[in-house]
């Protein structure tokens, strides 16, 4: 079992939906963070959590630490969001290393 | 700011030979990671530095592969002898102590034949 799961594996919308991605974990962290990769394989970097929500724009994430769960929410999707969603954990303290959760391939139709 | 740079973006060489990979991280960034990207593993951190230190190198897969980075402005990952399952693309990422967003270079596509 990875320590990192993510779900669901694709998730395809019509452009407007509520989207939602899942990422749950099994060891102790010390932060989460979310990463988009382009289809160009570009990587960008959402989203950092130790705690609580953040919002930037049309996307949310959140964390809960007890449960060993975060969200990413997209609101008002657009085509421009198709990509892969990357979930990662930093386990422990004192530590950089991320580990990834597998990805979730979000296409947006028009 | 260029962002971070990766040299070279693509390379393909034959099975046994060297392959060097460079990084050239955000000016002022204290941090560096090398990554690894395959569709078997997904991503993998390989070893990050902090001011030119390695600090934690335990995802480098074997003794084949080693990274240094000899100043603050430039990292190299080198792989020899290459073999056809270091077949992936290779990120680079840069972050400042104070920041909490790593910042990742195009990566380098590198194939093994």
């Known amino acids: 079992k990875n320590e990192v799961e993510q779900s669901p594996q694709n998730l395809t919308a019509q452009e407007g939906e509520f989207i939602t991605i899942n990422c749950s974990y099994s060891v102790g962290i010390s932060a989460l963070h979310w990463l988009q990769q382009h289809p160009g394989g570009g990587i960008v970097s959402l989203f950092m959590l130790s705690s609580g929500k953040k919002k930037h724009g049309r996307l949310i994430a959140t964390i809960n630490i007890q449960e060993k769960h975060s969200s990413l929410h997209i609101t008002a999707s657009h085509p421009r969001d198709s990509a892969v969603y990357i979930c990662?954990?930093?386990?422990?303290?004192?530590?950089?290393?991320?580990?990834f959760g597998t990805g979730t391939r979000l296409t947006i139709i028009p | 700011d260029a962002g971070v740079i990766q040299s070279p973006r693509h390379e393909v060489t034959e099975m046994g030979q060297e392959v060097t990979l460079r990084c050239k991280p955000i000016?002022?960034?204290?941090?560096l990671f090398w990554y690894r990207q395959t569709m078997m593993r997904g991503l993998e951190l390989l070893i990050y530095?902090?001011?030119?230190?390695?600090?934690?190198d335990s995802g480098m897969p074997e003794d084949r592969f080693s990274a240094k980075m000899p100043n603050a402005s430039f990292s190299t990952l080198k792989i020899q002898p290459s073999e056809p399952r270091d077949s992936a693309v290779y990120f680079c990422a840069s972050r400042e102590d104070s920041g909490e967003t790593q910042y990742f270079g195009p990566g380098t596509r590198l194939l093994v034949l």
């Open positions: 000016s002022g960034h204290n941090s």
């Open positions: 530095f902090n001011n030119n230190v390695p600090i934690d």
């Open positions: 990662a954990v930093i386990a422990g303290f004192g530590n950089e290393k991320l580990t």
